[in-house]
C-alpha cells in the first residue's frame, strides 16, 4: 500500500501569553549526625532555571487557548514548505497522533502520564508569529520525562514548556483537576534522531525543575522480543484528537488496547518510510473512517505503547488524519534505544550539565570535586573545594533516590553508613544506612541491577562474598541478596551500562590483573552473566573511579590512577567485547589523594 504522508504524531503551533525565566541559586546546610565524624559540606552552589507557577500556568493557558483557537496554524505534512516565519526543523514538527475509538483512562491506572505544554509568543505582541505545542510523555523517573524527539527538537522547553502531572484531564484555565505543574531544566534529543524523517529513534528526555510524587514507569529491556511478536496486546495512552473531522483534543486521558505487528506488515505498508530496529508499529489497518479504526492521533506524540508492563514504544508517526485505509501507527521502538535513554535517566552530577563528575581527598581530609568538560583534554576541568571530609573511609557518588540530585554514599571510621543527600526542600542532609559497614572491603553503586528502576548497592565483604543490596529509592537498601564468594582476589569498580544493553554492568580486576566485565542481568536473584575479558596488565593502577557518563557521550567511562599518580581516562564504547577505547592521559599529581568516589 503506497502511504500518505508521514505525520509525526504531535500537536499544532499556537498564540499565548508572555512569561518569565528567572534563576534561582540552591541553598544546602547539611544536618549533623549525632556521634558521627564531622557531615561532609554540602556540595557546590549550583543555578539552575526557575520559573514561577504563575509563569508554568502561563504557559499552559496559552498552549491550551492556542490549540482550542487556531488547532490548524501549521503546515499539515512533515514535508510541506515551512511558513516564513517558521525553520524547516518546526516544520518537521507538525505532526499526526490521537487516540480514536479509544475510551477514557484515570490517572489512577496511569499515574505516570504527563501532559508536555509549550509556548511562546516570540517577544512579540503580534500573535500570528506564536508557537505553541501540546504531548504526552511518560514519567520514568521521579525528575524525568520521556518523549519523542520530534516534541522537543529546536524548541527550549526550559524557557517556554511546562508539565503537568497526576492528573487525567486536561486543564481548565487555571483549574489543574488536582495536578502538579513542574517546569524543564534540562532537554536531551537522541543524537541519532533524524528531525525531517522521524528515523533514527525518536526519543527525547526531559528533566523536571522538581521530583514528582507520582509512580513511574520503566521502558522495557534491550533482550526483550516477546513484547514486539505479531498479535501481542499493547495499550497506547494520550489526549490527542479522538476524531479524523475534528481538531479537537480530548478533555481527558484515552487509552486503546492495539495488537503489536511484524516488521513485515509494518514494511509493507509504509515502504522505505518505516525503518526495522528503529521503529515498531501497531494496531489492525484502519478502515479508512473514524468507525472501525484505533489508532493514536494529533496530540498523542510521545506519548507510550505499553507492553507487560513496559514501554514498548512512543507514540511517533501516522499518516494525515489518521484514519486511511489500510494504515497503521508506528511507535519508535525502546528495546533499541534503552542504553542510551537509561544513562539520560541516570545522569545526576554535582553541577547539573549531564557528565559525571569527579570526587577525590587528600590523606589530610581536603576534599575536592572537579567538574567534566565533556569530550576534550584535559577532561576534568575547574575543581571546588568541599572542605574537610576527614573521618570518612569511603565516599561513592550516585542518585540514589532518583531526585536528579547527586547524592554522597559515606562510611565513617566507625562503619557507620550514610546517604547525603538534598531534602527536596531546601538543602542537603544525612541520613543514617546503618552500622556495621567496616566489614566490607568495597562499596559500589553501579545502577539499577534488580531490574526495578531504583539504584541498587553491591558490596564486597572481607571474607570474599559478593552482596547485592536492592534500594528502595530513598537512599535506604532492602534485604540483602548473596551474589556469590570467592571475590578476595577482586578490586570491583563500574557505574553504568559498559555494554549497551540497558542494564548497569560492574567491573573487576582479579589478583593477575586481568580486567572482567560481568554484564548486568536486570534480575536480582543472578544480577550478573558471564564474566567477559577485558584484558590484561590492569594491575599497573592502584585507584579507580567511575561515577558515570564523563565524556557526555551517553556511555559510561572509567579513570584509572597508576603508580606514579597519573590519571587515565578509558572512554567506554558501548562494546561488550571491547568496552573501552584507547586510554588518554588526563594529568599528573594525581598521587596527592587516597579516596576516589
Known amino acids: 500500500m503506497a502511504s500518505s504522508s508521514r505525520r509525526p504524531h504531535l ?84 505532526a499526526d497522533p490521537k487516540i480514536i475509538g479509544g475510551s477514557n483512562a484515570t490517572i489512577a491506572e496511569a499515574p505516570w502520564m504527563v501532559q508536555l505544554h509549550y509556548y511562546d509568543n516570540k517577544g512579540t505582541a503580534d500573535p500570528s508569529d506564536d508557537e505553541g505545542y501540546f504531548c504526552g510523555g511518560t514519567l520514568v523517573a521521579p525528575a524525568k520525562v520521556l518523549t519523542a524527539a520530534h516534541c522537543v527538537y529546536g524548541l527550549d522547553w526550559a524557557r517556554h514548556g511546562a508539565i503537568l502531572a497526576g492528573t487525567s484531564q486536561l486543564p481548565d484555565g487555571n483549574d489543574l483537576h488536582g495536578g502538579r505543574v513542574a517546569g524543564v531544566w534540562r532537554q536531551w534529543v537522541n543524537p541519532t534522531y533524524k528531525p ?23 521502558l522495557t529491556s534491550s533482550s526483550d522480543s516477546v513484547s514486539y511478536n505479531n498479535g501481542t496486546p499493547a495499550t497506547v495512552y494520550g489526549w ?70 513496559r514501554i514498548a514504544g512512543v507514540v511517533s508517526w501516522g499518516v494525515k488524519d489518521c484514519v486511511e485505509k489500510g494504515a497503521y501507527s508506528v511507535y519508535a521502538k525502546t528495546r533499541s534505544y534503552v542504553g542510551p535513554v537509561n544513562a539520560r535517566i541516570d545522569d545526576a552530577d554535582l553541577d547539573f550539565d549531564g557528565r559525571a563528575d569527579l570526587f577525590v581527598r587528600t590523606p589530610g581530609g581536603q576534599a575536592y570535586e572537579y567538574y567534566s568538560l565533556g569530550d576534550r583534554a584535559p577532561y576534568l576541568g575547574k575543581r571546588v573545594s568541599l572542605g574537610d571530609w576527614s573521618g570518612l573511609s569511603l565516599v561513592r557518588q550516585a542518585d540514589l533516590n532518583r531526585d536528579f540530585y547527586q547524592d554522597y554514599l559515606y562510611r565513617t571510621t566507625d562503619g557507620v553508613l550514610y546517604d547525603f543527600a538534598f531534602n527536596g526542600s531546601d538543602r542537603y542532609q544525612s ?15 553501579p545502577g539499577d541491577l534488580s531490574g526495578d528502576g531504583l539504584p541498587d548497592m553491591v558490596a564486597q565483604a572481607k571474607d570474599g562474598v559478593l552482596w547485592l543490596y536492592p534500594g528502595k529509592g530513598n537512599g535506604l537498601f ?24 540497558g542494564k548497569p554492568d560492574l567491573l573487576a580486576r582479579d589478583g593477575s590483573g586481568v580486567l572482567w566485565l560481568y554484564p548486568g542481568t536486570g534480575a536480582a536473584s543472578a544480577p550478573f552473566g558471564s564474566r567477559i575479558k577485558v584484558g590484561g596488565g590492569w594491575n599497573a593502577y592502584n585507584a579507580f573511579a567511575a561515577s558515570g557518563d564523563v565524556t557526555g557521550d551517553g556511555k559510561p567511562d572509567l579513570l584509572a590512577r597508576d603508580a606514579s599518580g597519573v590519571l587515565w581516562l578509558y572512554k567506554g564504547t558501548g562494546v561488550a567485547s571491547a568496552p573501552f577505547g584507547s586510554r588518554i592521559k588526563v594529568g599528573g599529581g594525581w598521587g596527592a589523594f587516597n579516596l576516589f568516589g
Not at 198 to 211: P, Q, R
Not at 481 to 498: F, P
Request: charged share 20%.
Open 431 to 445: 541520613y543514617r544506612v546503618g552500622g556495621g559497614w567496616n566489614v566490607m572491603k568495597d562499596i559500589r553503586v
Open 240 to 309: 490527542g484528537r479522538t476524531s479524523s473531522t475534528s481538531e479537537d483534543l480530548s478533555l481527558t486521558l484515552k487509552k486503546a488496547t492495539v495488537p503489536m505487528r511484524s516488521d513485515a506488515t509494518c514494511t509493507g505498508a509504509y515502504g522505505s518510510e518505516f525503518v526495522p530496529g528503529q521503529m515498531t508499529c501497531a494496531g489492525n489497518p484502519a478502515s479508512g473512517q473514524d468507525a472501525g479504526t484505533v489508532s493514536p492521533c494529533n496530540g498523542d506524540s510521545g506519548g507510550p505503547l505499553v507492553v507487560n508492563g
Open 11 to 94: 500537536a499544532l503551533p499556537a498564540a499565548a501569553a508572555a512569561l518569565a525565566l528567572g534563576g534561582a541559586v540552591l541553598a544546602a546546610t547539611p544536618a549533623q549526625a549525632s556521634g558521627t565524624a564531622p557531615v561532609p559540606p554540602r556540595p557546590a552552589v549550583t543555578e539552575k532555571p526557575s520559573a514561577s507557577q504563575t509563569d508554568l500556568l502561563k504557559r499552559i493557558q496559552g498552549s491550551r487557548t492556542a490549540l482550542k483557537d487556531d488547532p490548524a496554524a501549521a503546515p499539515t505534512a512533515s514535508t510541506a514548505e515551512p511558513k516564513a516565519d517558521q525553520s524547516p526543523e518546526a516544520a518537521s514538527r507538525t
Open 196 to 218: 525531517r524523517t522521524t528515523s533514527g529513534g525518536d526519543l527525547a528526555v526531559l528533566t523536571l525543575t522538581e521530583a514528582l510524587p507520582y509512580k513511574t514507569l520503566q
Open 478 to 501: 532492602g534485604t540483602r541478596v548473596r551474589i556469590g564468594g570467592g571475590w578476595s582476589a577482586y578490586t570491583i569498580t563500574g557505574k553504568g551500562d559498559y555494554n549497551n544493553d
